[in-house]
């Protein structure tokens, strides 16, 4: 059974950084790509940052320069550096893991909050 734990959400003032992290258990298949999203209650559900296979990677705008996505894939770990947070950022951050055979897996959320 597959399983994302994501980890590194909290509260942090205006300016601040966090780091989240989501590692993949029971992982049996090729994985393409692992990412982030984010959704406030009663809004859709959008991308923050994406990490493909082959190591490229993609930015919603409003994080660009500030949110940095990496990938351990030994340990089938992906990670969110953010920096610089503001508090247009405080939303509850899901971990998303697509295979190659075109299944989303979808992690349990985790809160960030941004506030002085």
């Known amino acids: 059974q597959v399983q994302l734990v994501e980890s590194g959400g909290g509260l942090v003032q205006p300016g601040g950084s966090l780091r989240l992290s989501c590692e993949a258990s029971g992982i049996i298949f090729t994985i393409r790509s692992m990412g982030w999203y984010r959704q406030t209650p009663g809004k859709q559900r959008e991308l923050v940052a994406v990490?493909?296979?082959?190591?490229?990677?993609r930015y919603a705008d409003s994080v660009k320069g500030r949110f940095t996505i990496s990938r351990d894939n030994a340990k089938n770990t992906v990670y969110l550096q953010m920096n610089s947070l503001k508090p247009e950022d405080t939303d509850v951050y899901y971990c998303?893991?697509?295979?190659?055979?075109?299944?989303?897996?979808w992690g349990q959320g985790t809160q960030v909050t941004v506030s002085s």
């Open positions: 990490i493909i296979r082959g190591g490229d990677t």
């Open positions: 998303h893991v697509y295979s190659v055979g075109g299944t989303d897996y």
